[in-house]
């Protein structure tokens, strides 16, 4: 109990509320991304779920908007395997909203079989980095309109096995799925530091994190996972502990000075390490 207690102890303290706030949260149909969400519901923003699935969006907004009674919560197309949906994503997004505050990069998957995005990258670095860096870059000037605002990049402390491999960036030469994962998550961290360093001055402020081990569907691709997950599943975190460190980083104030670094809570209390 007492191991089970430190792995999930970590909580967002922040009570800031975000009334006239606008946020996007990318996979946010379910897991970490679906709580992460629903508690920035909570406090009165206006939250797009950024779904490649539409239906399972919709499900889900009804499910927040009834228990949060915030009925600001909105769904949009994106497939983060598409840039073309990433570009109309965000034509649609920057036509209809003046603002943008807070945006979590946490659509992600994890071991799928060698697979290409509809642009031809490999299906994890293509997702999880490039997915996210397009669209980053697309909502950038809204961003800075916005200011002070924030962005949140969900990386895991699967970066740690991770390596840049240049002359393989495709996984062409070689593929090992979980290793294809652990290189899009140190990307996620490799971005974050290098946007927080491009944005200095501008009053958007940029964090990567690792939620911890959580129970979602992430695990869906890999059957040894799903084993490992259902063995400790006592040290397993819920997708709304999964989400504290997410929520940290886009609510908590003062975080300012802290931009470009990595956080997680794990065994560890809430820290940032650089
Ligand atoms: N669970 C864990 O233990 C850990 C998770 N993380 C990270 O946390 C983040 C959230 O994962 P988690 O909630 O666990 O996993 P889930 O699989 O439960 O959620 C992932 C979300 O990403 C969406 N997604 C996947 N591919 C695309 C795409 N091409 N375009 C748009 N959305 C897409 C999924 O949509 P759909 O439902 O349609 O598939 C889903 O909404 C990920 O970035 C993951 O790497 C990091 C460390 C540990
Ligand atoms: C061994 C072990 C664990 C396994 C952790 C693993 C296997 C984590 C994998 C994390 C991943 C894949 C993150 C995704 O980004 C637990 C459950 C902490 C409990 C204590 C013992």
Redesign the pocket.
């Known amino acids: 109990p007492q191991i089970r207690k430190m792995l999930s102890s970590g909580v967002c303290t922040s009570t800031v509320q975000l009334p006239g706030k606008v946020v996007v949260v990318?996979?946010?149909?379910?897991?970490?991304?679906?709580?992460t969400a629903k508690e920035l519901a909570q406090r009165g923003a206006r939250v797009y779920l950024?779904?490649?699935?539409v239906q399972?969006g919709e499900f889900v907004a009804k499910e927040i908007q009834t228990m949060t009674g915030n009925q600001q919560v909105l769904v949009r197309k994106?497939?983060?395997?598409?840039t073309k949906?990433i570009r109309a994503f965000a034509k649609g997004f920057l036509a209809e909203e003046k603002h943008l505050h807070i945006l979590i990069?946490?659509?992600?998957?994890?071991m799928c079989p060698y697979s290409k995005?509809a642009d031809g990258f490999e299906?994890h670095i293509?997702?999880?980095h490039l997915?996210h860096f397009l669209l980053t870059h697309l909502l950038l000037e809204k961003l800075k309109e916005s200011a002070p605002s924030r962005i949140v990049n969900?990386?895991?402390?699967?970066h740690l096995l991770g390596r840049i491999h240049f002359h393989n960036l495709q996984g062409e030469k070689f593929y090992n799925a979980g290793l294809a994962?652990c290189h899009?998550?140190l990307a996620?961290i490799l971005f974050t530091q290098e946007l927080a360093r491009r944005l200095k001055g501008s009053g958007v402020t940029t964090y990567s994190?690792?939620?911890?081990?959580?129970?979602?569907?992430?695990?869906?691709h890999s059957s040894f996972m799903r084993w490992m997950?259902w063995l400790f599943s006592f040290f397993?975190?819920t997708?709304q502990q999964?989400a504290q460190t997410s929520l940290h980083c886009a609510l908590t104030e003062g975080l300012e000075i802290l931009s470009g670094n990595h956080f997680r809570i794990e065994i560890l209390p809430m820290d940032s390490l650089s």
């Open positions: 990318t996979g946010a149909n379910t897991g970490i991304g679906k709580e950024a779904c490649r699935d399972k994106l497939d983060l395997s598409d949906s990069n946490n659509a992600g998957v994890m995005t299906m293509g997702v999880n997915g969900v990386s895991s402390l699967a994962y899009s998550k996620n994190v690792h939620p911890g081990t959580v129970q979602s569907e992430l695990i869906r997950w397993i975190k997708p999964g």
